[in-house]
C-alpha cells in the first residue's frame, strides 16, 4: 500500500471513530463560525499603536523579549509572500527577498521619535542568501541564539552567537537532522539542549495533498523532538502533536506546546531524561499559533481564528507587489485575515484579550510586564502591534 492511501485510509478510520469525530466537528466548527465579519469583535487594550510599518518591518512571526536592556528580536520574513513551506506556497522567484533578523529597542515607545530598530548584521553566514527564518529562541546563558530557517535548500536550524551592542549575529553552525523534517518552533533549554517542533509529518512541499489532509483531519502528525547539539545521533521524538506550532516553559517542569489544528494547548511535564508526559489539554476558541510567557507566569498565544480567510490570504499573496500598477496585485498585498490573542493560567483560566482585524494575522504575543509593554506580530502584516498597559 502506498504512503497515500494509507493515510487517507488513516484519516478515514479515526473520522468514523465517535469521540474523534466530535473533536473535528468542534474544532471545524470553530473555523467556519469565526468567517471575518461573522464574530463579534473583543479588544480588551487601554491603548494601541501600530509601529514599525515604515522601517521595512513585515510577516514577522516571531519575537523575543530581552526585558533587562527593553529590546526585542522579531524573525520577519517578506519573502514569506512566495515562500512558506508551512502553508503552503512555492513560487520563488529571482527577486525572492530573504528574512531578517530585527533588533528593537521597545523601552522608549512612548515618545513620538521614530523607533530604533536595525537590521542584526550576519558574519560568517553562508546562508545569508537563502534564510527564511521562522521559530526562534535565545540561551541567555550563552548569547546563543536559535533560528528555523526554511531555506530553499532545505530547512534547518542556524545556531548564532548574538552581540546585542555590535548588532550582529555571528554564525556557529547549521543543523540538519532527520527527525527536523518540518522544524517550526524552539524552546532552548541550556547547554545546547532543544526541544523543537515539527509542524507536520507531510511537509507541503514534498506532499502537499496529504500535508493538507493532515492539517483538517488534525492527525497528530506533529512531533516534538529533543536533542542535545552535543549528540545529535541520540535525538529523539518525545511526543506527537496535531500541527505542532510553538512551545513554551511555564515553569521548570512544565512545557506548554501549541497545536494548531487541535485548537489548543497541550501541557507536558518535563522528565529528567527529557521525555515528555503528558498532564492536560487546553481547547482554544482558535487555531494557537505561537506562544510565550510573561515574568508572572501567564501563557500569551496569538492565533488564528479563521483558517479558511488564513489559508485564501497566503494563496493570493505571490501576487503581492505593492507598487503595482495592477489593482488585483495590489490588492494581493492586503491582509484581511482576524488576529485572536488570549493569556491563560492556572488561577484564571482562559482569557481572550483580542478578537479583531485592524492587525491582521496575529502570530506571537509578548509581554514586559514590568514596563507595561506588550507587542504582537503578525504573520502576513506590516510593522508590529505595541501596546500599553
Ligand atoms: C514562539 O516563541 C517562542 C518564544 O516564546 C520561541 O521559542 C519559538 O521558537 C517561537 N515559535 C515560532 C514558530 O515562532
Ligand atoms: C508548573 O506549572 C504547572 C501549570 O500551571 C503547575 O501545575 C505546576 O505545579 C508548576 N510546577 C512547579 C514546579 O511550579
Not at 528580536?73 to 503552503?88: A, H, K, Q
Not at 532543544?194 to 506532499?207: A, C, G, K, P, Q
Not at 515528555?276 to 487555531?287: D, G, M, N, S, V
Request: aromatic share 8%.
Amino acid at each position: 500500500m502506498n504512503v497515500l492511501m494509507k493515510a487517507a485510509l488513516y484519516a478515514l478510520a479515526l473520522a468514523t471513530l465517535g469521540p474523534y469525530g466530535y473533536e473535528r466537528y468542534l474544532t471545524l466548527s470553530t473555523i467556519v463560525a469565526y468567517r471575518p465579519g461573522n464574530y463579534t469583535p473583543i479588544d480588551t487594550f487601554k491603548s494601541h499603536d501600530i509601529r514599525l510599518r515604515t522601517a521595512g518591518v513585515r510577516n514577522c512571526e516571531d519575537v523575543l523579549l530581552d526585558e533587562d536592556l527593553g529590546v526585542a528580536i522579531l524573525s520577519c520574513d517578506s519573502g514569506r509572500d512566495r515562500w512558506n513551506t508551512v502553508m503552503g506556497t512555492f513560487s520563488p522567484d529571482a527577486s525572492l527577498e530573504n528574512g531578517k533578523l530585527w533588533l528593537y529597542d521597545y523601552s522608549d515607545t512612548n515618545s513620538n521619535a521614530d523607533d530604533t530598530i536595525n537590521p542584526l548584521a550576519f558574519r560568517n553566514f553562508p546562508n545569508e542568501n537563502d534564510f527564511h527564518p521562522l521559530g526562534m529562541d535565545l540561551d541567555k546563558e550563552t548569547s546563543t541564539l536559535y533560528v528555523v530557517n526554511h531555506a530553499q535548500g532545505g530547512s534547518c536550524i542556524e545556531v548564532f552567537l548574538l552581540e546585542v551592542n555590535a548588532k550582529t549575529l555571528t554564525h556557529v553552525q547549521t543543523i540538519v537532522h532527520p527527525l527536523l523534517h518540518a522544524p517550526n518552533s524552539i524552546e532552548s533549554i541550556g547547554g545546547g539542549r532543544l526541544y523543537i517542533t515539527n509542524d507536520h509529518m507531510f511537509r507541503s512541499r514534498v506532499f502537499p495533498v496529504l500535508s493538507k489532509i493532515e492539517t483538517f483531519s488534525g492527525l497528530p502528525g506533529g512531533t516534538v523532538v529533543h536533542i542535545d547539539l552535543s549528540r545529535p545521533e541520540d535525538a529523539e521524538i518525545v511526543a506527537r502533536v496535531p500541527f505542532a506550532n510553538g512551545m513554551t516553559r511555564l515553569n521548570s517542569t512544565t512545557l506548554a506546546v501549541a497545536s494548531t489544528s487541535k485548537a489548543g494547548l497541550y501541557l507536558y511535564d518535563m522528565q529528567p531524561d527529557h521525555s515528555l508526559k503528558f498532564k492536560t489539554w487546553i481547547r482554544t476558541p482558535a487555531a494557537v499559533d505561537n506562544l510565550s510567557i510573561d515574568s508572572e507566569g501567564t501563557i500569551l498565544m496569538a492565533g488564528h481564528p479563521s483558517a479558511l480567510e488564513l489559508m485564501k490570504l497566503s494563496k493570493g499573496r505571490p501576487l503581492c507587489n505593492p507598487n503595482s500598477e495592477s489593482e488585483a496585485e495590489r490588492l494581493a498585498c492586503d491582509c484581511t485575515a482576524p488576529s485572536w490573542v488570549a493569556q491563560w493560567s492556572e488561577e484564571k483560566g482562559l482569557e481572550t484579550l483580542f478578537h479583531g482585524s485592524y492587525f491582521c494575522s496575529s502570530s506571537t504575543m509578548v509581554r514586559d510586564v514590568k514596563r507595561g509593554i506588550s507587542m504582537i506580530s503578525g504573520l502576513y502584516e506590516r510593522g508590529l502591534m505595541v501596546i500599553r498597559e
